[in-house]
């Protein structure tokens, strides 16, 4: 894209989006990564073994700042899942770990606005089993990836709880851009919660993509593990 433009009236206007014009909704393509799978929910496929890794977590912490759970048990899960997670926005996936089969995480894409190309992940919820691992980091790089790349998404958003500093940590490891706090946003169970805003956009991918995937390129055969961040990585791609 060109940078800021001045119109025959002397006032500045954005850049123009060139042959942009717009971008595709999710469907339903499987994103193929080196340790998971990314696959669009399949309750009869994914309920189970999800629910199981998502019960390793016994304190119920993950579940403190996301708008439901925990579950009292597999039925009780499932049945949230048949009336929550197969519409097509959110667009629920299942984060699925290749060598075992099992699903050990899920995320979304959701506010999808395809005519504005902007689109947000949402819903992330990594089992113990998955956190902290390669699988992890591989996971949000494939879905943001398919975003800029094959739906033709011109921003990717990241929004969560003012509160929640693990998640903080998160979008800005993974390269998301903080804009702001909406104040009184929203409320869930029972509470009120001011909104943090994060995006990525077109512009920065580049760079971003260059450092995931030297971050994976170089983890350690053995352990599966990283010994520089990626931030280190994509400080350096974005540098090249």
């Not at 993509?209 to 055969?221: I, S, T």
Request: charge should be negative; aromatic fraction near 14%.
């Amino acid at each position: 894209m060109s940078a800021t433009r001045i119109n025959a009236l002397g006032q500045p206007i954005g850049p123009s989006l060139g042959d942009w014009s717009g971008a595709k909704h999710p469907d339903r393509r499987i994103l193929e990564g080196r340790f998971c799978r990314v696959e669009p929910i399949d309750i009869e496929k994914h309920a189970e073994s999800m629910f199981a890794a998502l019960a390793e977590d016994e304190t119920g912490e993950s579940w403190t700042y996301m708008r439901y759970g925990p579950f009292a048990d597999p039925a009780e899960f499932r049945h949230w899942m048949e009336n929550y997670c197969l519409s097509p926005d959110p667009f629920f996936y299942a984060f699925v770990e290749k060598r075992t089969g099992r699903a050990l995480g899920m995320a979304t894409y959701s506010c999808i606005s395809p005519d504005h190309g902007s689109i947000e992940v949402g819903h992330v919820s990594f089992a113990p089993a998955m956190q902290r691992r390669a699988m992890a980091t591989e996971a949000m790089y494939l879905m943001a990836r398919n975003v800029f790349k094959e739906l033709d998404y011109r921003r990717y958003e990241w929004r969560l709880d003012d509160l929640n500093a693990a998640s903080h940590a998160a979008a800005r490891r993974l390269g998301f851009t903080y804009e702001g706090v909406f104040r009184n946003a929203s409320n869930y169970k029972g509470r009120s919660r001011d909104t943090a805003w994060y995006a990525m956009t077109d512009m920065d991918w580049g760079a971003l993509q260059g450092g995931f995937e030297a971050w994976l390129e170089h983890l350690d055969p053995e352990s599966g593990r990283q010994t520089s961040s990626l931030a280190y990585f994509h400080d350096r791609a974005g540098r090249a």
